[in-house]
């Protein structure tokens, strides 16, 4: 167990509608990173949250928003989902530093039908 | 560009032999890697990182990786596979200009009893 919890496990949802993931990072972690895992393209890097403030961003769509909240836990928002965007959302925690490990939640896995 | 492969799909190793998954990299600068594994349904789990000093890295559940920096490789290793190491294995390099970590492909293990 890493400390890094997130959900909800599992959500199914139509296409169009929004839906928001939550994650909230180990105790005493600032940085919380969003990622996506998918099948055909693998482990993609989305945003990094560090206390509060936008710190990185990756290939994260216009459709998709997220941010990280006064207690440190962060919410990744998707909208006007599409078929593609059933994947496993990874949220992940680092300590401090540009060498930070990231510790990673179990995940959610969307399914949009 | 800043680069990291992992050239096998896929690996497979008899129990109690020794394991290698296969890492290379590309970084303009000094080269900071990282291994994780991911169980099936679960998250990834860090294994083990290189930032500078010994080229032998120890890292949990007994593996271990050797940086090459004039083989630009990053190699992981079991001395004794077990079938519980059956997993996906990610590499990942931090790219300079973000201070993310860029992700490997993944390799599957699997261990045959």
């Known amino acids: 167990d890493s400390g890094v919890t997130q959900t909800p496990k599992h959500l199914i949802t139509a296409t169009g509608q929004r839906v928001t993931l939550r994650c909230s990072p180990r105790?005493?972690?600032?940085?919380v990173y969003w990622y996506q895992q998918s099948l055909d393209q693998g482990l993609q890097f989305l945003i990094q949250?560090?206390?509060?403030?936008?710190?990185a961003k990756g290939n994260i769509l216009e459709r998709f928003s997220a941010q990280q909240f006064p207690d440190l836990h962060s919410e990744l928002n998707l909208s006007s989902l599409e078929l593609g965007d059933s994947a496993l959302y990874f949220c992940?925690?680092?300590?401090?530093?540009?060498?930070?490990?990231?510790?990673f939640g179990p995940g959610t896995r969307l399914l949009v039908l | 560009a800043q680069s990291v492969a992992q050239p096998e799909d896929q690996v497979n190793v008899a129990e109690g032999n020794p394991l290698t998954v296969k890492c290379t990299y590309s970084?303009?600068?000094?080269?900071?890697l990282f291994w994780y594994v991911q169980y099936p349904n679960r998250g990834l789990q860090f294994l083990l990182k290189?930032?500078?000093?010994d080229n032998l890295v120890k890292g949990s559940y007994g593996f271990e990786a050797e940086f090459n920096k004039s083989q630009t490789s990053f190699h992981l290793k079991k001395p004794s596979a077990l079938v519980s190491d059956s997993a996906l294995y990610f590499c990942?390099?931090?790219?300079?200009?973000?201070?993310?970590?860029?992700w490997g492909a993944g390799t599957k293990l699997i261990i045959k009893p």
């Open positions: 949250y560090y206390n509060g403030e936008e710190r």
């Open positions: 105790s005493g972690d600032l940085s």
């Open positions: 970084v303009s600068g000094n080269p900071y």
């Open positions: 992940a925690s680092g300590n401090s530093g540009s060498f930070e490990t990231q510790y």
């Open positions: 290189y930032i500078t000093g």
């Open positions: 990942a390099v931090r790219d300079d200009s973000n201070y993310q970590l860029i």
